[in-house]
T-cell receptor
Framework: EAQVTQNPRYLITVTGKKLTVTCSQNMNHEYMSWYRQDPGLGLRQIYYSMNVEVTDKGDVPEGYKVSRKEKRNFPLILESPSPNQTSLYFC???????????FGSGTRLTVV | QKEVEQDPGPLSVPEGAIVSLNCTYSNSAFQYFMWYRQYSRKGPELLMYTYSSGNKEDGRFTAQVDKSSKYISLFIRDSQPSDSATYLCAPRSSASKIIFGSGTRLSIRP
């Protein structure tokens, strides 16, 4: 089944403790992206990647890092999480940015 | 002003009704228009993808774009309880990424 898989689905952590949210797609998509979704603010892009080893900032990149060493994987790294990063995170992939996205099921992160 | 505006709802209608979901945008460069459906605790899924002005129909769903007034609509005929979800409009231009609206929450009453 074609899908985007994120892990974990739920995560509660403490301020400052580094964490990684994994994302993997099995559709051989070139384009991958991370979004956060907050009430009233909608989906906001954090980072995106056009291909392996090519990443760029989205609208809200502060406090996040990404890497794209393999085509299928695009992990999101929070080096020192803060409470304002409490949110629902989605990974998405696409053939390229001109096509519709396939989203993962989301990761609900709480930073206390 | 936000680039894309949607009434957050919730919008509650009886089963079988015709539903109209709407979206306005400010960027006249937008040429491609998408609608995503998001069920509770799930990621958004692509529902409709249209280019430029006009209508596109897919089963019970019709997407309508009026570029002159910068207005996008999604119509759902014979609405079902399984249509209860949040609907996100998502326009983009040829040179930019997709911009997502904040979504309209729809509830279909059996």
């Amino acid at each position: 089944e074609a899908q985007v898989t994120q892990n974990p689905r739920y995560l509660i952590t403490v301020t400052g403790k580094k964490l990684t949210v994994t994302c993997s797609q099995n559709m051989n998509h070139e384009y991958m992206s991370w979004y956060r979704q907050d009430p009233g603010l909608g989906l906001r892009q954090i980072y995106y990647s056009m291909n392996v080893e090519v990443t760029d900032k989205g609208d809200v990149p502060e406090g996040y890092k990404v890497s794209r060493k393999e085509k299928r994987n695009f992990p999101l790294i929070l080096e020192s999480p803060s409470p304002n990063q409490t949110s629902l995170y989605f990974c998405a992939s696409s053939r390229d940015q001109n096509y519709g996205y396939t989203f993962g099921s989301g990761t609900r992160l709480t930073v206390v | 002003q936000k680039e894309v505006e949607q009434d957050p709802g919730p919008l509650s209608v009886p089963e079988g009704a015709i539903v109209s979901l709407n979206c306005t945008y400010s960027n006249s460069a937008f040429q491609y228009f998408m609608w995503y459906r998001q069920y509770s605790r799930k990621g958004p899924e692509l529902l409709m993808y249209t280019y430029s002005s006009g209508n596109k129909e897919d089963g019970r769903f019709t997407a309508q774009v009026d570029k002159s007034s910068k207005y996008i609509s999604l119509f759902i005929r014979d609405s079902q309880p399984s249509d209860s979800a949040t609907y996100l409009c998502a326009p983009r231009s040829s040179a930019s990424k997709i911009i997502f609206g904040s979504g309209t929450r729809l509830s279909i009453r059996p």
